[in-house]
């Protein structure tokens, strides 16, 4: 029987989500959860790769086990993981079904704040600049107009296409935050970080919203700006077409 597993986590202590040698992950940590739960070794599939120290309220991975999961695994599991992990539901689904290429879309958010705050300090970045919020919108709109977005991919970026189309891209205020709210089919290595950095240069009048454009047409990734810590940036949401 194959499940997916519902789980948010906060990546300020991990060296990203997927597994890797001689680094703590939220997959390692999960794993091991299952191993002590189940009584056995279970290999997970994960649903989006996100870097070290950013966020997720919700990702997923699939595996595949014979015996059934009982309901009270998420409270057990739960009690196994550490603080900052949370499984919010295990899902069985069909054999085929498969979490990362499944997916018909992903959300992030970015979160900056202006005014120093103890609270945000490691789920936002502090911003204490004159920002022309319209500037930001407008860059945000061109961003739908286009679909290659080659230039902010990080370099070594193994991927067959850099095309994603970006369904929305706004920016608003929540609470006392600027967020940024961003929803693809897929993503590419570093996108939002550099999109969020380079918006950011026009939004201080830094660059010009046609010379914003041209870093999107120039498909060259060291015409934008990646200089955006990691701990601003959340998944949100990702989509199947058979989960509600």
Same mark, same amino acid.
């Given at each position: ?10 990546? &300020? ?10 680094? %703590? +992950? ?18 997970? +599939? ?44 295990? @899902? ?8 990362? #290429? ?58 067959? &296409?850099?095309?994603? &189309? ?14 940024? %709210?961003?929803?693809?089919?897929? #993503? ?34 060291? @015409?934008? %700006? ?19």
């Amino acid at each position: 029987m194959r499940y997916f597993i519902e789980i948010a986590y906060k990546g &300020t202590n991990y060296a990203g989500f997927q597994v890797q040698n001689n680094a %703590n +992950t939220v997959q390692a940590e999960v794993e091991k959860a299952l191993a002590i739960y189940l009584q056995q070794k279970v290999s997970l +599939t994960g649903s989006s790769r996100t870097d070290a120290g950013v966020h997720a309220l919700q990702n997923f991975f699939h595996f595949d086990i014979e015996k059934e999961i009982h309901p009270h695994a998420i409270y057990n599991l739960n009690a196994i993981l550490p603080g900052d992990i949370a499984i919010n539901a295990i @899902k069985q689904v069909s054999p085929d079904a498969h979490c990362r #290429f499944d997916a018909i879309s992903r959300e992030y958010k970015y979160f900056l704040y202006s005014r120093k705050s103890p609270f945000l300090a490691d789920r936002g970045w502090y911003y204490p600049y004159t920002i022309d919020i319209e500037l930001l919108a407008a860059a945000a709109d061109i961003l739908r107009k286009h679909s290659d977005f080659t230039s902010f991919a990080k370099r070594n970026s193994q991927v067959f &296409t850099h095309e994603c &189309t970006i369904k929305k891209s706004i920016w608003q205020m929540e609470n006392d935050c600027l967020v940024y %709210n961003v929803q693809a089919n897929r #993503f590419l290595r570093g996108m939002v970080r550099g999109l969020v950095g380079t918006m950011l240069l026009v939004g201080r009048n830094k660059l010009s919203l046609s010379d914003f454009e041209g870093v999107i047409l120039a498909k060259d990734c060291t @015409k934008a %700006n990646f200089a955006t810590p990691a701990h601003g940036l959340f998944l949100v949401k990702v989509e199947y077409p058979f989960l509600g």
